[in-house]
């Protein structure tokens, strides 16, 4: 028996057989009560939804196309999934919530297999509904346990930036962060210079920027000060390219250590420390969780964390033994 068959007898329309069979719609009481005796009459069985054809293509939604964080992190998962003879299609939020819940609507009218998300927000409300797509969604570079995602102990790399600053002497020390005081590459970096006796002070402290707050934070702090910063940590390599071109015109690049996170070309071009994250594997384990979930396989753990390392260039010889005690103490 068919529909079409169970329309026929129930004298019903389609319409209204497919409205009783799905539960979905008005029908009166007598048509249901119709289609629904025709069913049980035939033994009519609903057919089994027909399985989604593959498309062999990704969705890659990125925040920033611009930062080269990102860039290399394209660049891995487009030579994977050509590897793999897949394609991947690619939309950049521009760090906006709205676009990015639209480029995954996007990515359901393409018939995508699995989509690679870099999201702009990891609060509850917007990471559970990604449980309901209808293909499987990887998160990269941060995690989630609501998600399968793969990504960087920030907190860690906050960590070994403070304890090179500590292990240097360094006293006065400042942050600049792109976001908030609530990144894990913050709070990583201040528990570790609360925990050896340094601090951290507010006005040392600029999150997040904008390039006139900054030009006034690097006047204030380090251009005009009698106790200019020793050390300051920026939270990418975008806003540490800025502290070091607006350092450049003077010798202070020499004097103040700047660290950036990330490690990308702009860190290593220009020069400066900076914490590297490993996205090339980052994108190969994203990859892989991505073909697991698309197998149906078992995956134990939904969050995978990857170690970073800080790699120094050219930090300033300004060790603590060859300072006097005055600046020790401040």
């Known amino acids: 028996m068919t529909i079409r068959d169970i329309a026929k007898y129930s004298g019903v329309s389609i319409a209204t057989v497919s409205r009783v069979i799905n539960n979905n719609g008005k029908v009166s009481d007598a048509a249901r009560h119709s289609v629904e005796a025709a069913i049980a009459k035939f033994n009519y069985q609903k057919p089994e939804p027909k399985k989604k054809k593959a498309t062999k293509l990704f969705g890659v939604i990125v925040r920033n196309m611009s930062n080269p964080f990102f860039a290399k992190l394209i660049d891995v998962l487009e030579e994977e999934a050509y590897k793999h003879g897949r394609s991947i299609l690619l939309f ?4 906006n919530l709205k676009l990015e819940q639209t480029f995954l609507e996007e990515c359901k009218h393409h018939n995508v297999d699995g989509v690679f998300l870099i999201p702009r927000s990891l609060k509850d409300q917007h990471i559970r509904p990604l449980q309901n797509a209808s293909f499987p969604i990887i ?4 995690t989630s346990p609501l998600c399968l995602s793969i990504g960087t102990h920030h907190k860690q790399g906050g960590n070994l930036v ?13 942050f600049i962060g792109s976001t908030n005081q609530q990144s894990d590459r913050f709070i990583g970096f201040q528990n ?3 925990s050896k006796g340094r601090d951290l002070i507010e006005e040392r402290i600029l999150t997040p920027y904008t390039i ?3 030009k006034e934070f690097v006047q ?26 607006l350092l450049n015109n003077t010798n202070l690049t020499k004097q103040v250590e700047i660290v950036g996170f990330d490690d990308t070309f702009i860190a290593q071009s220009l020069g400066f420390s900076s914490v590297h994250q490993p996205m090339h594997q980052i994108a190969l384990r994203g990859f892989e969780l991505m073909l697991d979930a698309l197998n149906k396989q078992e995956i134990q753990q939904t ?28």
Not at 234 to 244: F, N, T
Not at 311 to 330: D, F, M, V
């Open 92 to 95: 950049n939020s521009r760090n």
């Open 139 to 142: 998160l990269l570079t941060v």
């Open 162 to 174: 403070a304890e090179h600053f500590i292990k240097q002497g360094y006293r006065r020390i400042g």
């Open 192 to 194: 570790t210079l609360l």
């Open 212 to 214: 006139e707050s900054l």
């Open 220 to 245: 204030n702090h380090i251009l005009s000060s009698d106790t200019p910063l020793e050390a300051l940590f920026c939270s990418d390599d975008i806003s540490a390219s800025h502290v070091y071109n």
């Open 303 to 330: 969050e995978f964390l990857l170690e970073p390392k800080l790699i120094l260039r050219n930090t300033p010889h300004l060790l603590a033994q060859k300072r006097s005690n005055e600046i020790l103490k401040e």
